[in-house]
C-alpha cells in the first residue's frame, strides 16, 4: 500500500493540474478517493526493481554502471521530431519501467511540441507496450507551464516516471531550471525524462543525454512486407557515470525489452510503388545570349 505522503503527493499534484485546465476539484474531496480514481482502483507499491532501469543490453548497461539510474534527470533530442523517434524511445523507457513499478506514469506535452509531432493516441499506446491506463497525460500551452508540472511530477513519490516533451530552447529552460528538475528527481526517487524536439545540445543538468535517429525496421516473424520493429539509433552524447558511445537498439513491444540492432538481421526493401529517382542531370552548359 501507498504510504499517506505518497498519497497526499499524488492527490496533491491532481488538485494543480485541475487548477491549471480550469477544472475544480473540491477541497473537501477525500484523498482516498482521488487517489482510487486517478489509478483505476490498482493498488500503489513502492519503488521497485532497484536503484536503475537497465536497457537488457549487456554493452549498453555496462557503460551505464547496470542502467540509466532512476532517481535522476535524463535528457532525449531529436533532430526531426516529426519521425517521432526520440518520443517513441521514451514511451519505450516508461513502457520498461512499468513492468517493475505499478505507479502511473506521468506525460507532459507542451503545446508547440504536440503540435509539431502529434499527440500521444491510446490504442497504439497499448500495441507499443504502455497500457494506456498507467498513463497521465497532460497538455500545456507554455514552456513556463510544462517546466512547472515537470518540476511538481518530479516532486511526487506516488509517480515511476515524469517525462515533459519540449520544443526548442525555451528561455525558461536554462541551466538553473534543469539543476532544480535534477534535484527534484534526486530527492523523490522518481526518474525524470526530457524530451526535447531540436538539433542542437545546449549545457544541462541531466545525468545522461541521448541523440536519437530512428533506423529501418528489421523484417520480423517472417512478414515479407517489411512489418518489423521500432529501431533506433542511440547517441549517448554525455553519461556522468561512465563511457559515451553510439549503439542501435531495436524495441520488442510484446516483452517490453531492448535488443541490439546492430546483429545483422533482414532489412525492409524499398516500396516497389514508389518513383524511380530522377536521372543526373550531366554536364550543364551556359549559353550566352544575344544582347
Not at 26 to 37: G, K, N, Q, Y
Not at 57 to 82: F, I, K, Q, T, Y
Not at 218 to 243: M, Q, V
Not at 255 to 279: E, Q, Y
Request: aromatic fraction near 6%.
Amino acid at each position: 500500500m501507498a504510504s499517506a505522503p505518497e498519497r497526499d503527493g499524488l492527490a496533491g499534484l491532481r488538485q494543480r493540474i485541475a487548477e491549471i485546465e480550469g477544472r475544480g476539484i473540491p477541497a473537501d474531496r477525500p484523498v482516498a478517493e482521488t487517489v482510487a480514481e486517478e489509478s483505476d482502483t490498482r493498488t500503489l507499491a513502492p519503488r521497485r526493481g532497484g536503484n536503475v532501469l537497465p536497457f537488457g543490453v549487456p554493452g549498453l548497461d555496462a557503460m551505464l554502471r547496470g542502467g540509466l539510474r532512476r532517481n535522476a534527470l535524463h535528457e532525449l533530442r531529436g533532430e526531426a521530431s516529426r519521425n517521432g523517434a526520440a518520443t517513441g524511445f521514451a514511451l519505450a523507457l516508461a513502457a520498461r519501467l512499468a513492468r517493475r513499478d505499478d505507479r502511473p506514469v506521468l506525460w507532459i506535452a507542451e503545446g508547440s511540441a504536440a503540435r509539431e509531432a502529434g499527440n500521444l493516441y491510446a490504442p497504439g499506446l497499448a500495441a507499443f507496450g504502455l497500457a494506456p491506463e498507467r498513463l497521465i497525460l497532460v497538455r500545456v500551452g507554455k514552456p513556463a507551464e510544462a517546466l512547472w508540472v515537470f518540476e511538481e511530477g518530479l516532486r511526487c513519490r506516488g509517480l515511476a516516471f515524469v517525462a515533459a516533451e519540449i520544443r526548442g530552447y525555451p528561455a525558461v529552460l536554462d541551466l538553473t531550471a534543469s539543476r532544480r528538475l535534477a534535484l527534484r528527481a534526486r530527492d523523490s526517487g522518481v526518474m525524470g525524462l526530457l524530451v526535447r524536439q531540436t538539433d542542437r545540445s545546449e549545457p544541462g543538468a541531466a545525468q545522461t543525454r541521448w541523440q536519437v535517429t530512428p533506423r529501418p525496421a528489421a523484417i520480423t516473424d517472417g512478414y515479407a512486407a517489411g512489418i518489423g520493429r521500432p529501431a533506433w539509433r542511440l547517441r549517448l552524447e554525455r553519461n556522468r557515470r561512465g563511457a559515451t558511445g553510439t549503439i542501435d537498439l531495436e524495441w520488442d513491444h510484446a516483452r517490453r525489452s531492448f535488443t541490439d540492432a546492430a546483429v545483422p538481421r533482414a532489412v525492409a526493401a524499398a516500396a516497389p510503388d514508389r518513383p524511380d529517382p530522377p536521372a543526373a542531370a550531366g554536364q550543364v552548359v551556359a549559353f550566352r545570349t544575344a544582347s
